[in-house]
């Protein structure tokens, strides 16, 4: 049984880090065959995809491009999770964000498990 | 958002309802639909073609043709009120993954 257990903190001030850490269970981060990613909601956005990392004999990520210059998403295969950087925030980026597992089929790639969510408030 | 729902839509109890998704992505990949609860986090209902992850019910089902995905619910109780979202991989360079903005199924 997958689980993903979100941390971080829910208040982050403009310009700052946006840090959160998702815990993987029942999964490896290092598995060949997921792909781990982070998803915000917000009313105006919606959901919006915002990067993943994964492995395939070395590690890879992708990241939005809306957000490319200020995001990191590392994983940690020491404590078996991965974990979200968003820098330079703006309230733009008040959102609830969600790490989820990728996993694809023969006929379609999509999010299987999904973290608790964490809503993160940018504001001074 | 690159893939277009209706924002809401009602139906009586135990009739059967149709939400749809449009958007280019869907000439070329399957879409996914995700239900979501007040509070809670998205969950799978249906994958690629017509795919029901194991606890899901069978009145859920999918469908699709062009540029319309569409998610089936048969029979539909009060339990079944939520949010859906359709999502695709992307044929678009900004983002891999797209997200339809939602629709608010109403039970009456």
């Known amino acids: 049984q997958v689980q993903l257990q979100q941390s971080g903190p829910g208040l982050v001030k403009p310009s700052q880090t946006l840090s959160l850490t998702c815990a993987i269970s029942g999964d490896s981060v290092s598995s060949s065959s997921s792909n781990w990613n982070w998803i915000r909601q917000s009313p105006s956005r919606g959901l919006e995809w915002l990067g993943r990392t994964y492995y395939r004999s070395k590690w890879y990520n992708d990241y939005a491009v809306s957000v490319k210059s200020r995001i990191t998403v590392n994983p940690d295969t020491s404590k078996n999770q991965f974990s979200l950087q968003l820098n330079s925030v703006t309230p733009e980026d008040t959102a609830v964000y969600y790490c989820a597992r990728l996993v694809g089929t023969v006929d379609s790639y999509y999010f299987d498990h999904w973290g608790q969510g964490t809503l993160v408030t940018v504001s001074s | 958002s690159e893939l277009t729902q209706d924002p809401a839509v009602s139906v009586a109890l135990g009739q059967t309802v149709r939400i749809t998704c449009q958007g280019d992505s869907l000439r070329s990949y399957n879409a996914n639909w995700y239900q979501q609860m007040p509070g809670q986090a998205p969950v799978v209902v249906i994958y690629g073609k017509n795919n029901r992850p194991s606890g899901i019910p069978d009145r859920f089902s999918g469908s699709g043709s062009g540029n319309t995905a569409s998610l089936t619910i048969t029979g539909v109780l009060g339990e079944d009120e939520a949010d859906y979202y359709c999502?695709?991989?992307?044929?678009?360079?900004?983002?891999?993954?797209?997200f339809g903005g939602g629709t608010k199924l109403t039970v009456l």
């Open positions: 999502g695709s991989r992307n044929t678009s360079g900004n983002r891999p993954w797209v």
